[in-house]
Antibody
């Protein structure tokens, strides 16, 4: 079965760090752009970051630039989101998603995980 | 930055047609995707590239895109279609953009 499973969420104080993981199965992340999308409680979807299939290109929404880092571990078939200098407004469910067409970006997200909750609060 | 505008809610009677709009500057020049999200669940792709249905998505879901407006149409709406729907595009300056979402209420 083609799926992704996120882990690593939790409660953290403002200014703290968290490392989210996205483990893929049924496909190889080395063939796809991968994306993180977040959703604050009761709010809509916000694209957060993505990474090229070979790791050579990474993009971020302006609000997380310089604080979040996306990376991939093709050997473990996974994608990582390192979140530093966390703010209260980063509180959200974080979803990992696959960009639909192999090796192509600027498309749609066809596989989504169940999400992992990140709460930033003192 | 590129922005997409959706109505907050759309109400429809069972068996009738629901139309959900998504507006943006010269939207017809971009590919629009649509996602369905039910409470407590992850989003699910229902339409990509304006009008393509992924495998497993019922035929009652269809899409169109022209000018400044894209539309997701649900024909013969069922109670199970009650959900939030988000449009999404890719833009060269802001990468991926989502609309704020439309709640479809099946009365």
């Amino acid at each position: 079965e083609v799926q992704v499973v996120e882990s690593g969420g939790g409660l953290v104080q403002p200014g703290g760090s968290l490392r989210l993981s996205c483990a893929a199965s049924g496909f190889s992340v080395s063939n796809y752009w991968m994306t993180w999308v977040r959703q604050a409680p009761g709010k809509g979807l916000e694209w957060t970051a993505n990474i090229k299939y070979d790791g050579s290109d990474k993009n971020y929404v302006d609000s997380v630039k310089g604080r979040f880092t996306i990376s991939r571990d093709n050997a473990k078939n996974s994608v990582i989101l390192q979140m530093d200098s966390l703010r209260v407004e980063d509180t959200a469910v974080y979803y990992c998603a696959r960009e639909k067409v192999p090796m192509i970006t600027a498309d749609a997200f066809d596989i989504w995980g169940q999400g992992t909750m990140v709460t930033v609060s003192s | 930055s590129y922005e997409l505008t959706q109505p907050p809610s759309v109400s429809v009677s069972p068996g009738q047609t629901a139309s959900i709009t998504c507006s943006g500057d010269q939207l017809g020049n971009k590919y629009v995707s649509w996602y369905q999200q039910k409470p407590g669940q992850s989003p699910m792709l229902v339409i990509s590239e304006d009008m393509k249905r992924p495998s497993g998505i019922p035929e009652r879901f269809s899409g169109s895109n022209s000018g400044n407006t894209a539309t997701l149409t649900i024909s013969g709406t069922q109670a199970m279609d009650e959900a939030d729907y988000y449009c999404q595009v890719w833009d060269s300056s802001t990468f991926y953009v989502f609309g704020a979402g439309t709640k479809v209420i099946v009365l």
